[in-house]
């Protein structure tokens, strides 16, 4: 070994980062060459001459060595013997009379697309942004406008509506409906959808026979809405196989030929599986119709019962136990069916769903395996999935998550009921059953008729100051004004004398008193502390509200972004994810439109309305279970305080420590100034001694800082602004 060996070594150990040189040293760990080569370029141009040889060289090594490890692994995945024995390798003897099927398919394929294409079918691969914009109905958008200024009224307004009805959050294209329904020479026939799904339609219409019992039209219906939806399925399922976009990220990425193959081919077999989720989706809602296919057998079997056909009703029984073989009520059925028309007439399910169930059971099957061994993730869309196929893996996390999710909220159910309120003349008026949802909560009388108008008058008052709370345009509407005071604000202006002491201390106290309260419903023996509370009134704007139907703030949850299309809620950032609890405690009732909502995560179906009220208050969990929005205040001035709560300490809103100290000193100097004016308190809730441990010792530094934080208070505002109730 030449003596320069050693230090050599150390210099290099010396030189990497540490945990790579530990990989390196220690473990078998390979890293990878093109690393190793980047860094010996870069040594190079850095003329750091030794480092680019050592790394130059490793790089050879690796790259090697990568080599010696890939021959090997596809020997023993071939089931060859030892890395050193090298003899011609046989194919499995599968692999040719699989890939000669491939070869003949893609060859097929390829020449059938180019003689119907005429030419090559590669041009006519778009990118996914495209494909998407016609999945959403996009061009309907485009056309609809052109169609108008052609002054082709018909086609305008199927236009707008076939656009509509896949969005219909649309806002503009709300507004452009409701003036086609107020044009004259538009006829109601033109509110055509160009693109509907035949099975849905026969769908709603099957349903519609159901409840009111007419089997017969029921039957025609929903025969015809299965046929039409297995089509739309297999349609669905052939353009599974692609061409494919890969997916982000993932396009750089090198596979070998099985490892490509199978993640491909789990890409496609998931496609396939979430064609039932496309098709049992009414075209612009996001959430589907559960069990869209075993469903239709159960509405079958009971229509054909009303109709005397027990031949046919015991043959849809047969079929929904293909999906629920466990199924008692239907086992039931179908004995009772099979009693009525004679025990030896062979009854069967039917042969086509048996064979969507086969295929599916075995694709589901395939997709599990890859979930366990290849790091694959799967939302399975179908709920029928037999418990068997699911991997314990999987089964253990689903379970953990759902048991998380109900203890949690019976729990708080309980608790909140069998707990008396803090306070006394407050009445729960609704809980979650009663508000259609979980988390939810309405209590009445937490301020009295002469505290809301206090409040009102302070909102009024500062409104006035015209320093930055002069009513802007409403972030969400431009058919509203919006203005917002936090409570720090709200004293500072207190102390400039804008605004009367009492209301603004009476602020203070009915954000407490509702933090109380939402604490001991929801959280008892936590702390619940202020997040972010503001005092919010949004005005209609004169003149502008003819046919509005836009949103005075639109759909959300407060602590996640809801995602209507995954069905889903992501707590991450942009959104307050630290936010645990929403409240809202409401002022007045004299406007017009302004109704608090809440949605499915769908953020279209509304679940339960709540019309503000005064000294109603409205507290809810922050999270995706709760979606919630305003409609449209079209006349009057809506005001509320809004209140988020955290239960993360690091969280807390610093405004109230502030805000709190304000009003301490206030206090002291109200002592020694006996005409100031009288603290009256906000009922139960008025806190005397309202300072905060962490305030004490550092009173007097307090005013200038405040003047600092209360300017950044402003900047901050449009940010805020955009999750105001
Ligand atoms: C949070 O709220 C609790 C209960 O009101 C209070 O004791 C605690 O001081 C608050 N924490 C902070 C950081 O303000
Ligand atoms: C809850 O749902 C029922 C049935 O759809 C509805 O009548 C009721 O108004 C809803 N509750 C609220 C508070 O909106």
Redesign the pocket.
């Known amino acids: 070994m030449p003596p320069s060996f050693f230090p050599l070594l150390f210099l290099l150990l010396r030189s990497l980062p540490a945990s790579r040189a530990q990989l390196s040293a220690g473990s078998s760990r390979l890293t990878p060459y093109d690393s190793l080569y980047a860094d010996g370029v870069r040594a190079y141009f850095a003329r750091d001459w030794p480092r680019a040889a050592e790394l130059l060289q490793r790089s050879l090594h690796s790259y090697s060595r990568l080599q010696d490890v890939r021959r090997g692994c596809q020997r023993s995945c071939r089931g060859e013997a030892g890395f050193a024995e090298v003899r011609p390798a046989a194919s499995p003897p599968w692999e040719a009379g699989f890939f000669e099927r491939v070869l003949q398919r893609a060859e097929c394929l390829e020449e059938c697309l180019g003689r119907r294409l005429g030419g090559q079918p590669t041009r006519h691969r778009v990118s996914r942004a495209v494909e998407q914009e016609f999945e959403e109905r996009e061009p309907y958008n485009y056309l609809q406008v052109a169609f108008f200024k052609l002054k082709k009224l018909d086609e305008a307004v199927s236009s707008a509506h076939t656009f509509f009805v896949a969005n219909p959050q649309h806002l503009q294209m709300r507004e452009d409906i409701e003036k086609y329904q107020r044009m004259a020479g538009v006829k109601s026939e033109s509110f055509r959808d160009l693109e509907a799904m035949p099975h849905w339609e026969a769908y709603e219409a099957g349903l519609r026979h159901y409840s009111v019992d007419d089997y017969q039209q029921a039957l025609t219906k929903l025969e015809e809405s299965l046929k039409e939806g297995l089509v739309a399925l297999e349609d669905c399922r052939a353009l599974c196989e692609g061409p494919q976009e890969a997916e982000d990220g993932e396009d750089n990425m090198q596979l070998g030929l099985y490892e490509a193959i199978a993640a491909y081919y789990i890409q496609v077999l998931k496609c396939r599986q979430q064609c039932i989720f496309d098709i049992a989706t009414k075209p612009g809602r996001v959430s589907s119709t559960e069990d869209f296919i075993p469903s239709h057998f159960d509405l079958l079997q009971f229509a054909y019962d009303g109709i005397g056909d027990q031949a046919a009703a015991a043959e849809c029984a047969a079929t929904y136990l293909l999906f629920y073989p466990k199924d008692e009520a239907m086992q039931e059925k179908l004995k009772q069916y099979r009693a009525e028309i004679g025990e030896d007439i062979p009854v069967a399910p039917r042969e086509i769903i048996h064979l969507y169930v086969q295929r599916s059971l075995m694709e589901k099957k395939l997709i599990y395996y890859a979930v366990e061994h290849l790091g694959e993730t799967f939302h399975d869309p179908e709920p029928w999935t037999p418990e068997e196929l699911i991997p314990e893996s999987m089964k253990e996390k689903q379970k953990e998550d759902k048991e998380k999710q109900s203890l949690r909220i019976s729990d708080l159910e309980q608790q909140g009921k069998s707990e008396s309120l803090p306070f006394e003349g407050i009445t729960i008026t609704?809980d979650s059953q009663?508000?259609?949802g979980s988390q939810r909560v309405v209590l009445d009388r937490v301020l009295t008729e002469s505290e809301c108008k206090d409040i009102l008058r302070l909102a009024k008052a500062a409104g006035g100051a015209g320093d930055g709370y002069r009513g802007r345009r409403s972030p969400h509407t431009p058919h509203e004004r919006f203005e917002g005071l936090t409570v720090l604000k709200a004293l500072q202006l207190a102390e400039e004398g804008v605004v009367n002491w009492k209301d603004a201390k009476l602020f203070l106290q009915a954000s407490e008193k509702s933090r109380e309260i939402v604490e001991s419903y929801f959280t008892p023996g936590k702390s619940l502390n202020f997040s972010f509370t503001h005092l919010v009134c949004r005005t209609a704007a004169e003149g502008e509200q003819e046919g509005r139907m836009d949103l005075s703030h639109p759909v959300h949850a407060d602590n996640c972004l809801l995602d209507p299309e995954g069905n889903t809620c992501w707590k991450e950032p942009p959104a307050y994810i630290y936010r645990d609890y929403s409240a809202i405690l409401y002022l007045n009732d004299d406007f017009q439109g302004g109704n608090l909502f809440f949605t499915e995560k769908d953020a279209v179906t509304v679940?339960?309305?709540?019309r503000p009220k005064c000294g109603r208050l409205v507290a809810f969990s922050s999270g995706g279970e709760n979606p919630h929005g305003v409609w449209a205040v079209t006349q009057g001035r809506r005001c509320a305080i809004a209140l988020w709560y955290t239960l993360s300490p690091e969280h807390v809103e610093q405004e109230w420590a502030q805000a709190e100290e304000l009003m301490r000193q206030a206090k002291e100097k109200e002592q020694s100034d006996p005409d100031g004016e009288e603290n009256t308190g906000a009922g139960h809730g008025g806190r005397d001694s309202p300072e905060p441990p962490s305030l004490r010792g550092r009173a007097r530094s307090t005013s200038r800082r405040a003047k600092s934080d209360s300017e950044s208070g402003v900047r901050s505002m449009g940010q805020r602004a955009r999750d105001e109730f």
């Open positions: 609704m009663q508000l259609n679940t339960a309305q709540v």
